[in-house]
């Protein structure tokens, strides 16, 4: 199955710097990555996702790369701002053994604005 | 719209006892998910319906887990006896397209349980 793996755990930068959180896949049938935003108590949510037909996608201070050929993607958060805190899940979705289409998700990357 | 809706939100049992959660996923979604988030941890899938069969359970603990949606709506995750290592918040997803197509899925708050 999918093996999804997602650096840094955690990661602290300055108010208005550029954040950088990187996943990898093992699956190479995998064709549709999304990036979660989970807050403190609250529910993950989609913020930005890719699929595999295109290299990078952005939406205002978001962006999302892919390489297929290395099975990596990476979430580019610019002009970061205090409510960008929160825990960021990458995931990738594949076939499983089963046939069904199936999100496996990262660790997650506790990121942390500092002001 | 309506969101995703679990209850309950909190529960704390002791390890042997059974407790069940509730979902309510988004209307018209034909799809649901139960995932297990252990602290520190991503999702985990724990079983696939779509409408009212299953999808994938290979990875629910079928000694004492289990899980049902009845009449393709509502869901419930029922864990029987729990142990320590349950511990952890259930959150109940759904999404719009059917299983082979690519779609957002949209979370409910979670059941965090507590296994003393």
């Known amino acids: 199955g999918e093996n999804v793996e997602q650096h840094p755990s955690t990661l602290s930068v300055q108010e208005g710097d550029s954040a950088v959180i990187k996943c990898t896949y093992s699956?190479?049938?995998?064709?549709?990555f999304p990036w979660y935003k989970q807050e403190l108590g609250k529910r993950p949510q989609l913020i930005i996702d890719i699929r595999s037909n295109v290299g990078e996608k952005k939406d205002q201070r978001i962006a999302v790369t892919l390489n297929k050929t290395a099975k990596h993607f990476s979430l580019h958060i610019t002009e970061t701002q205090p409510e960008d805190s929160a825990v960021y899940f990458c995931a990738a979705k594949g076939t499983s053994n089963f046939g069904n289409e199936k999100l496996t998700f990262g660790t997650g990357t506790r990121l942390t604005i500092i002001p | 719209e309506a969101g995703v809706a679990q209850s309950p939100r909190y529960k704390i049992i002791e390890k042997r006892q059974s407790v069940a959660f509730w979902c309510n996923p988004i209307s018209g979604h034909a799809t649901l998910y139960w995932y297990q988030q252990i602290l520190g941890q991503g999702p985990k899938l724990l079983i696939q319906?779509?409408?009212?069969?299953?999808?994938?359970d290979s990875q629910l603990p079928k000694d004492r887990f289990s899980a049902e949606r009845l009449k393709g709506v509502d869901s419930t995750l029922k864990i029987q006896p729990a142990k320590l290592e349950d511990s952890a918040v259930y959150l109940c997803a759904s999404s719009l397209v059917a299983a082979r197509m690519t779609g957002e899925l949209f979370f409910g708050e979670g059941s965090r349980l507590t296994v003393l």
């Open positions: 319906f779509q409408n009212n069969g299953v999808v994938d």
């Open positions: 699956d190479s049938a995998s064709n549709y």
